[in-house]
């Protein structure tokens, strides 16, 4: 079965993605768990912690070894270290205070934002149906934020932050993944969690600042505190599902296409609304489904209409026009 799909290299890009979105799902829902005991850099450097143990006692051994790690793209590495890092928090200090399925659509509209970065860094042309497509997701996110009204939440910028990042990973991990193995790009995302993270445990561990009362502010500012014993486990599943789901989607935009990789992503999004109601009792109203679907439509037609035109370069022919 391994020897099959390493033959395949579209078929193990999608097992890798499937998988990485599913421990996603499962971080996301139990960071949100913790988002109202811990500090989140304390959760993410205990995550940080366990998946590199995962990393370097499971995936190292099965990947070629230390060889595997050697890099003369340090400095590569750790800038989209530093966009994870950027992307994550922001993204968690969202969830801290919204609905799981509304916080995971606003940050789906990074494939927007993507778009948007391949104008004004790279000079490509994003034709009118493609912009069509981004203002569609755009009304979709302010559907969902819905701000003038009382149920606009400032916390709902932070998923949108974090689709920034997310855009500028992306970039990154096509540009450095044609000669970094997969296990190398974790391993150095893993490295920039723990710097980032026991720093600002350094700077801000001692609560001095927390006591807020806003959820998401009182999530990156509240004082250390030696984790409870029924704890122990949940912060093991984080750092399990990090170390696997980073290993996994790397290794998927790796060895197959964008086009088939990303729409594979969306399935986070039902997810979400799964995990919310199942965990949180959170139960999205008509509105913010409206704002969900159309975010989710603009974003799989960005990546459907991007591999089309991929597709009429590669064959050089008129037939799909931008």
């Not at 778009?115 to 034709?127: K, Q």
């Not at 600002?200 to 990156?220: E, K, R």
Request: with cysteine.
């Amino acid at each position: 079965m391994i020897k099959s799909l390493a033959n395949n290299p579209p078929l193990l890009g999608t097992v890798s993605a499937v998988i990485a979105v599913f421990c996603f799902s499962i971080n996301d829902v139990a960071i949100k768990f913790m988002s109202g005991s811990y500090a989140l850099h304390q959760v993410v450097l205990f995550r940080a912690i366990i998946g590199m143990a995962v990393l370097l006692a499971v995936l190292l051994p099965l990947s070629g070894g230390f060889a595997a790690l050697r890099t003369r793209r340090l400095g590569l590495h750790l800038l989209r270290g530093g966009c994870v890092v950027f992307a994550n928090m922001s993204f968690f200090l969202g969830l801290a205070t919204l609905p799981l399925a509304e916080g995971v659509a606003i940050f789906f509209v990074s494939p927007l934002v993507i778009a948007v970065f391949s104008v004004v860094f790279l000079g490509e042309h994003v034709g009118p149906r493609r912009w069509a497509a981004i203002a569609v997701g755009l009304l979709g996110v302010l559907i969902v934020l819905r701000p003038g009204t009382e149920v606009f939440q400032f916390a709902a910028l932070c998923p949108i932050a974090a689709a920034f990042g997310y855009a500028s990973l992306h970039m990154l991990t096509r540009y450095i993944g044609r000669t970094e193995s997969a296990l190398a790009m974790s391993f150095y995302i893993q490295v920039t969690f723990i710097a980032v993270s026991a720093a600002m445990g350094l700077a801000v561990g001692g609560g001095q600042f927390g006591g807020t009362g806003n959820a998401s502010l009182d999530f990156l500012l509240r004082e250390w505190v030696m984790p409870a014993p029924g704890d122990w486990a949940v912060l093991v599943v984080i750092g399990v599902a990090s170390a696997f789901g980073g290993f996994c989607i790397s290794q998927a935009y790796r060895v197959a296409a964008a086009s088939v990789i990303a729409p594979l992503e969306y399935v986070a999004i039902p997810l979400s609304v799964l995990w919310g109601v199942a965990v949180f009792d959170e139960w999205p109203d008509g509105v913010a489904l409206l704002g969900i679907a159309l975010i989710a439509g603009s974003g799989l037609f960005m990546v459907w209409r991007e591999s089309r035109i991929r597709a009429a370069r590669v064959s050089d022919t008129p037939r799909y026009r931008r």
